[in-house]
């Protein structure tokens, strides 16, 4: 039986898994730094332990953004989500659907092609890098249109995600 989500925000599990995201996506950008270091190192001498270490940060912090990215997912399916807020044309919505698909789909992509590249092909790195451009872009398509949402139109978009109903 499927229960719908509160008709003006998301649950607390679902807000939760997604700010932990985020913030799993900033450890993302220093530490594959460390890989690169870790990749060149292996050119000439033995990479730093340290930059080892990172390497294996940015890897268990993927796999923990997919496994969030597809509790977030179930719990879509499972719960529904709140309506679109009073006053989104037909247009808005199309690109917010279309917005939310694009961040799902490359949040998932993104630890595969790494997982892959870093046991399968490095080979696949390039298109990991384009995806995580990619991401970049998406994020702050998302954030932008969540404040322009608050400051702009004045609507309840971002606070749905910030506590929930209001």
């Not at 294996?56 to 679109?84: D, E, K, T």
């Amino acid at each position: 039986m499927r229960r719908a989500a509160p008709p003006d925000g998301f649950p607390l599990a679902h807000r939760l898994m997604h700010w932990t995201v985020l913030v799993l996506c900033l450890v993302q950008v220093p530490t594959a730094w460390a890989i690169q270091r870790t990749h060149m190192m292996h050119l000439f001498m033995k990479p730093r332990p340290f930059d080892l270490f990172l390497h294996q940060v940015h890897a268990w912090s993927g796999w923990a953004i997919l496994g969030l990215v597809l509790a977030q997912l179930v719990l879509r399916f499972a719960y529904g989500r709140p309506a679109p807020v009073e006053g989104m044309s037909v247009g808005e919505r199309i690109i917010a659907a279309v917005m939310h698909a694009a961040l799902y789909g490359v949040l998932i992509a993104l630890p595969v092609t790494g997982t892959i590249a870093m046991y399968v092909s490095f080979r696949i790195a390039p298109l990991h890098s384009l995806l995580s451009w990619t991401l970049l872009t998406l994020v702050l398509l998302h954030a932008g249109a969540a404040l322009w949402h608050h400051f702009w139109r004045r609507d309840a978009v971002l606070w749905r995600m910030l506590r929930g109903a209001r």
